[in-house]
């Protein structure tokens, strides 16, 4: 059974620092892996996708990294700032499988 | 080109009555899923559907919900006999053909059971 674990739960940083969320998977038999952010009371809004052959996917100040093999992925934020505030969820989409399983989310403050 | 559309936003209901939650996938798109998020909690899969089929269903609750998506018109989420226990925020997502692409989520309908 696939399960999504991120940490840390929630995390607060100043403007400006660079900071790394984590996310793991038990199984590592997975299609892709996706990071989404969730502003409160809102929907997810996709930040990036790697595919399973991929190791890394970069846009803008996010890099995420997959490391299949451990069942981890990293997603590095560069220079943050307050606007970068919201949670950020972790997404695996299995193999053979209809569903995404999504972690519990890291709850991002960036304070000016 | 619009993206997914879920309405209501919000809905408040009693214990006891039925809630229906629509989803308009985008357009061109012919897979459906149900996703659920209880408060601090992660989504949770509940339902995968292509027009006029269920496909997998084995996150639904056994009891009091149900699934469709008609020829004509959006998919509904339907659940009947509201309990406290079903407050929570219901997202759609729809894409293409294939079952493996991407999914686009839509903004989610938020369920208050009073």
């Known amino acids: 059974k696939q399960e999504v674990t991120q940490i840390p739960a929630a995390l607060s940083v100043p403007e400006g620092e660079n900071l790394v969320l984590n996310c793991s998977f038990t199984d590592s038999a997975i299609y892709n892996l996706q990071w989404f952010r969730q502003d409160p009371g809102k929907g997810l809004t996709s930040l990036l996708l790697?595919?399973?052959?991929?190791r890394e996917q970069t846009s803008g100040r996010l890099n995420a990294s997959l490391d299949k093999s451990s069942g981890r992925s990293t997603l590095y934020i560069a220079a943050s700032q307050p606007g970068d505030s919201a949670t950020y969820l972790c997404?695996?989409?299995?193999?053979?499988?209809?569903?995404?399983?999504f972690g519990a989310g890291t709850r991002l403050t960036v304070k000016p | 080109n619009a993206g997914v559309m879920q309405n209501p936003r919000h809905l408040v209901r009693r214990r006891g009555q039925e809630a229906r939650l629509r989803c308009s996938p985008m357009?061109?798109?012919?897979?459906v899923y149900w996703y659920r998020q209880l408060p601090e909690e992660g989504l949770k899969f509940m339902v995968y559907?292509?027009?006029?089929?269920?496909?997998?269903e084995s996150g639904m609750p056994k009891e009091r919900f149900s699934a469709e998506f008609p020829k004509e018109g959006p998919s509904i989420l339907r659940i009947q006999q509201v309990v406290r226990g079903d407050s929570a925020a219901y997202f759609c997502?729809?894409?293409?053909?294939?079952?493996?692409?991407?999914?686009?989520f839509g903004p989610g309908t938020r369920l208050t059971v009073l």
């Open positions: 997404a695996v989409r299995r193999l053979n499988n209809n569903d995404m399983r």
């Open positions: 357009k061109g798109h012919s897979h």
């Open positions: 997502a729809s894409s293409p053909g294939q079952v493996l692409n991407e999914q686009f």
């Open positions: 559907l292509q027009k006029e089929n269920i496909i997998d």
């Open positions: 790697i595919q399973s052959s991929q």
